[in-house]
């Protein structure tokens, strides 16, 4: 079951990234954090591994190495992968046909619910 939920995450993070250019420090992190329990580091590793390719393979080698992150974290960050890649599609699909005051106006929104969750 946590693999879907996972996949769920990815799907977030995917359908934010098309729509306002964010998804791993703003979901990825805060749901591994929340929902799994990492520890900061590990979520942070976590993500990079969802990440990989595009922008995290230094990163996740030095997280790996200094210990921080294991096999199992790198298969969520790949289930994460998947749900980045089709996400993101209907993220930015969505940021295409709203305004762009609006798409700037729903960042906002997110990003102080994030905030606040976060803090409390």
Request: cysteine-free; glycine content about 14%.
């Amino acid at each position: 079951m946590s693999l879907v939920y996972l996949f769920i995450i990815g799907i977030a993070a995917g359908v934010l990234s098309g729509m306002f250019g964010v998804g791993g420090g703003i979901i990825i992190v805060p749901s591994l954090v929340l929902l799994f329990g990492m520890s900061q580091q590990t979520a942070s590793a976590t993500s990079l591994m969802a990440l990989l390719l595009p922008v995290g393979v230094l990163g996740v080698f030095e997280y790996y190495r200094s210990g921080k992150i294991s096999t199992e974290n790198m298969l969520f960050g790949l289930v994460i992968a998947l749900g980045l890649f089709a996400g993101a599609f209907f993220g930015a699909r969505i940021a295409v046909g709203v305004s762009s005051e609006t798409l700037r106006r729903m960042f906002a929104i997110f990003l102080a619910f994030v905030a606040i969750r976060l803090w409390f």
